[in-house]
C-alpha cells in the first residue's frame, strides 16, 4: 500500500485521492474537510468527493492541509490480518479456537466479545463445526452467534442459512487510517485529550452500552487488553467526550491502535470533539508505535462515516452478526 504522500505542493497530487482541510469563510466560522480527489490546482483547488456529490472548489488561500490517501485494494489475507489484531483489541473473558475458528465468551456483555470471529478453516466440516460452536454457548448461557468478517465468511453463509442463523442488526464497516494522517484531525481551540489506563467513573456514565445498563463485569472486558487507553475531553470541569484505544499486533507484523466507544455529550456536540479525542488517541498509540487505526462505524450511520472520511480513513470491508434463533 503506497503511504500518503509528503509533497508541500497541491500540483504535485492532481488525480490522487487526498483529504483537503481548508477554512470557511476566511476562517469566520473555522475549518472542515474534503475527502476526494483532487481534479485541479492553483489559485482555487476542485475535489469531487468521494462518495459523489458536486465538486468542491476551495481557494488556494484558504487551504490549511492537503494530505493523499492512498486507496485500498483488500484481499482476504488483509481482512484476517486486521480483524487478528482486532481479537486483541476487544478480548473477551474466556476463549477457546476450534481450528481457525474463535470461540469468544464474556457473559453477554457485546457481541464482540461472546461470538466466534471465522478467520480460517475449523478443520471440521463446517455442519459439524456450526454444532459444536451451538453446544460450546449453550454450555455457557448464551446464544451462539457468529461474526462474519466479509468475504471470510462467504461459504459459511448457507450453512448457517439451513440451520436457522438468520442476520441480526446492520452490517459494520470497519474503516482504516495511518496514524500520522488521524493525528491531523486534532482541532486547535479545544481542551486538550487525556488518555488514562482505566475508565473513571465519568468515562463509564459517557459509555452507551446497547444493551442497557453496564453489568458488573464490563470494566474486566473493557481492560482486558495488553495495552488499552481510555480517552477523555472535559470541559469546564464536565466530561464532553469519551473513547477508548487498544494497541495490538496484527499476525502480519503492523501495530494496530483500535479505537471503539467514541461518545460525545449531546450538549457538545458539531465542535469537531469526535475527531479531536480520536487524533488523541492516536498520539498516545504513537508512543506505543502503532502505525495504523481502525474503527467500526453501522451501514447506516452515514454522518459518523463522513466524519472519519474528512479525518482520513476509508472503508476497508465489513462484517455483520448471524445469531442462532
Known sequence: MRQPSTHQNPSDLVGRRVVVRY??????????????????????LRIRPTRGGEVVAVAAT?????????????????VRDLEGAALHGWRALETEWLGGWLLRASRGFTGRANSVMPLDDPGLPLGDAVARVEDWYRAR???PAFQVPEPLGRSL??????RGWPAFEDRTFVMVAPVSVVLGAERAGLPAVRVDDRPDDDWLAGYHYRGGDLPAHAVDVLVNAATAGFA?????G???????????????????????????APSARRRGLGGHIVAGLAAWAA?????????????PNEPARATYRKAGFAEHHAYHYRRLR
Open 62 to 78: 484558504d487551504v490549511v492541509a492537503v494530505k493523499e490517501i492512498p486507496e485500498l485494494t483488500v484481499t482476504r489475507r488483509e
Open 23 to 44: 477554512r470557511l469563510h476566511g476562517g469566520q466560522y473555522g475549518a472542515t474537510d474534503v475527502l476526494g480527489v483532487l481534479e485541479s490546482a492553483g489559485d482555487v
Open 232 to 236: 477523555s475531553v472535559d470541559d469546564d
Open 157 to 162: 453463509g448457507p450453512v448457517l442459512d439451513g
Open 287 to 299: 508512543g506505543h508505535g502503532a502505525t495504523d487505526v481502525y474503527l467500526q462505524v453501522a451501514e
Open 141 to 143: 448461557g448464551l446464544v
Open 238 to 264: 464536565v466530561r464532553v467526550a469519551i473513547a477508548r484505544g487498544a494497541v495490538s499486533d496484527s499476525p502480519g507484523g503492523r501495530r494496530w491502535l483500535g479505537v471503539t466507544a467514541v461518545e460525545v
